[in-house]
């Protein structure tokens, strides 16, 4: 009947969550540090080399990097024409762009301002409601293009950790949030 107080598996707890989170930060932004030679420059205090594998950012970093000032889903879909002609079939041509909530914002307004000019909304579930009492709502998160090209946006939640990446966008939001991780499936 006597209440004890042990703090060991709270220890242990938060040993686990700050084992985890190094361990997604190193599938993500770890460098290899393999030498040319094939040997690790890196030796832990036992005299074991240390061996750390690229993450995906560094995998896929010699690919296409491409920045822009304005965003333009046009532009967008010239880079995916560049990636894709003569290099997939038409039926291949399915990119999927990983990004922060405001870039989601960012690529839904501009899908929007693109689908306005071709027809006027008739669906009846994107605009609800009746007199005062109104509602408009919707989101683009897929662009279809010419020649096969469809473009799919999903939502990649490290980009909009302020502890990871904590310049500020002029437009709100992170920095890192408008970045677009363009990836061919």
Known sequence: GKKQMTWIGKLDYDF???FKRQKAMLQLYGISN???????????????EIKMGAGIL????????????T??????????????VGKLPEDARRFVL???????????????????TFAP?????RITG???????????KKYGFINGIEIELVHIPFLDDPSLNPTPHPDGGLLSSYEYLILDF
């Open 58 to 69: 560094q995998q896929i970093s010699p690919s296409n990097i491409h920045y822009y000032n």
């Open 16 to 18: 686990m969550v700050q």
């Open 98 to 116: 990983g990004t922060g909530e405001y870039g989601m914002r960012q690529f839904h307004k501009a899908v929007e301002t693109k689908a306005v």
């Open 121 to 125: 909304n008739r669906t009846e579930n």
């Open 71 to 84: 965003f333009d889903i046009d532009v967008v879909s010239d880079i995916l024409m560049s990636l894709s």
């Open 34 to 48: 393999k030498t040319s030679q094939g040997t690790y420059t890196l030796k832990g205090e036992s005299g074991y």
């Open 130 to 140: 009746s007199g005062f009492d109104m509602k408009y709502s919707g989101q683009f």
